[in-house]
């Protein structure tokens, strides 16, 4: 099986040419399915992009929402209809609501969006706003008293259901490919070749899940776990031991394209990026 991978494609701010040739790419490269981790429009516009992808490639998609994705309604609500986009297309597959994805014996594909949950650098002396506070429901209808336990929130939820997803994929694979939105680590948050700041931590890493999959690998040393994230616009790797990898890629607003091509070997995840 041979999977493209696409992040933060944000395709609102994307013209028809750079839509085509990012179509015309996935065609070319000879993708059996998709993998999106995240940032692919906003609001009604996710749904609308999902759709005429899958409808121009006819292949499966398998994505997770990154935050750009939540604007313009909540959290709960922009989940459940990305849930529901499986019932209208059959193509569309959104990993956080979906238990293991089995892609060979040994291979096996899980997603989660995460969130940059607060607790990896200084939340309260950091100067960072995102625009996420003002165009997502959860945080204009909020406090700003409350947006780290908003923020904190988010994170253990993803951890709780990411902790699930990843007990049962590795106690029947050896190797495990995760899908995510938000680096689980601040050695994965990179930003103009270096990894990210107190500052910027907070709303960039999603510390929890990173917990999680340290737990994980720990509890299965039969298994190897490969990530997959976006979130920075700036790519890197990070080894956290011999085997954890997380891929984070970059991106370029208007400019969609292949973030990598992964191939599913006998046991082995093989990623060309």
Known sequence: MRLAWITDPHFNFCALDAWDGLVESLRRGGADAVLISGDISEGED???QLKRLADALAKPIYFVLGNHDFYQGGI???RTAA????????????????PTITLSDQVALIG????????????ERSPVRLADFLAIDDFRDARTADWKAILQEQGRLS????RLKL??????????????????FREACWYEGRTTDDFWAPFFVCGQVGDVLREAVERHPACRLSVLCGH??????A????????????????EPDVAGWIEIAPGAILLEW
Do not use: I, Q
């Open 112 to 123: 989660e969006d995460g969130w940059g949950d607060a607790t990896v650098g200084d939340f």
């Open 76 to 78: 709960a609500a922009t």
């Open 232 to 237: 920075t616009h700036n790519a890197g790797v």
């Open 46 to 48: 996710v749904a609308f």
């Open 167 to 184: 007990a049962a994929a590795m106690a029947t694979h050896s190797r495990v490919l995760v899908v995510t939105h938000v680096p689980p």
């Open 159 to 162: 951890a709780e259901r990411l």
């Open 83 to 98: 849930a529901g986009l499986g019932r209208e297309h059959p193509l569309l597959h959104y990993l956080t609501a979906l």
């Open 239 to 254: 080894n956290l031991g011999e085997r954890l990898s997380v891929f984070t890629a970059g991106a370029k607003y208007g």
